[in-house]
């Protein structure tokens, strides 16, 4: 139920991805060093869930 990712191809540090994430879509994914990020999931979440979480992944990213 965990999800190592890095992301080398943002604009934006993981840290950075994190706290956008955070406060701009409610949605936590944590930074595991510079480059790499850890996102968890647990019986609550579901499968709308971790939609929104890619979704919203995507935007920052986009919008970097």
Do not use: C, Q, W
Not at 19 to 41: Q, Y
Not at 46 to 58: D, F, N
């Amino acid at each position: 139920n965990m999800v190592y990712f890095d992301v080398e191809a943002s604009a934006l540090d993981a840290a950075s991805l994190s706290e956008r994430l955070i406060r701009e879509h409610n949605v936590r994914i944590g930074p595991m060093g510079p480059r790499r990020m850890r996102a968890v999931t647990h019986i609550n979440v579901t499968r709308s869930g971790i939609e929104l979480a890619l979704t919203a992944l995507k935007a920052v990213m986009e919008a970097a």
